[in-house]
């Protein structure tokens, strides 16, 4: 199993461009959800969706768009890209309820210049 | 809401030697799980243990095992015969049980040198 997967690792953008971090999986999760990671921060919550057609905001929604067409996917739109947006993403998908942990992608590193 | 805090930015181990690192959590559900999830420098996320908050008995795997303190809402990771292997940063994690959310809240982190 691929399970998680981001794409691209690494990205540089300038101020005021769009672009879309993908992240698919493939383990039938209903519950996915979008991660953001600052230094002395943790990681912050961003969106999150319970299945497909759901969606719904986290800690820090601002600049962000989501969308869930289909279970496997879970795509982040940043529309304005800011350099306040400059840190690492990661998506994480589970099942809606137990204990099962989280499964991560591998996070993209995004620099907004 | 839940919150999780992590105390110790910084915590550093001799090899061999036992550490443990802290977590204090707050949620207003009975029923929830909580998670220590270990990120080295490849920056992926790895479960290291997880613990339900019904179940009294401390979880254990293998070299980690955890103190669950309900009542204080606290959840420490116990690392034993620490390892080069085990430098990375570790995160405390809280997820209510159920529900429409199952949000996933982060601690700030603590990160953990060993030195051989």
């Known amino acids: 199993n691929a399970g998680v997967t981001q794409t691209p690792k690494f990205q540089v953008l300038k101020t005021g461009q769009s672009m879309t971090l993908q992240c698919a999986q493939d383990?039938?999760?209903?519950?996915m959800s979008w991660y953001r990671q600052d230094p002395g921060m943790g990681l912050r919550l961003i969106h999150y969706?319970?299945?497909?057609?759901?969606?719904d905001q986290g800690e820090v929604p601002n600049g962000y768009n989501v969308s869930r067409s289909t279970t496997e996917d879970f795509p982040l739109r940043l529309l304005s890209a800011a350099p306040s947006q400059t840190s690492v993403y990661f998506c994480?998908?589970?099942?809606?309820?137990?204990?099962?942990?989280?499964?991560f992608g591998s996070g993209t590193r995004l620099t907004v210049v | 809401a839940q919150t999780v805090t992590q105390s110790q930015p910084e915590m550093s181990v001799q090899e061999a030697e036992t550490v443990t690192l802290s977590c204090t959590y707050d949620?207003?559900?009975?029923?929830?799980?909580l998670f220590w999830y270990k990120q080295p420098p490849s920056r992926q996320m790895i479960l290291v243990i997880r613990q339900e908050a019904y179940k009294q008995q401390n979880a254990t795997e293998n070299r980690f095992s955890v103190n669950f303190q309900k009542a204080a809402k606290s959840f420490s990771l116990k690392i034993s015969d620490s390892q080069l292997g085990d430098a990375a940063m570790y995160f405390c994690?809280?997820?209510?049980?159920?529900?429409?959310?199952?949000?996933?809240?982060f601690g700030t982190g603590t990160l953990l040198a060993v030195q051989p």
């Open positions: 949620t207003s559900e009975s029923d929830y799980y």
């Open positions: 383990m039938n999760h209903e519950y």
């Open positions: 969706s319970v299945g497909a057609g759901i969606t």
């Open positions: 994690a809280c997820k209510n049980y159920g529900g429409a959310t199952n949000k996933l809240i």
């Open positions: 994480a998908s589970s099942r809606p309820v137990g204990n099962g942990g989280y499964t």
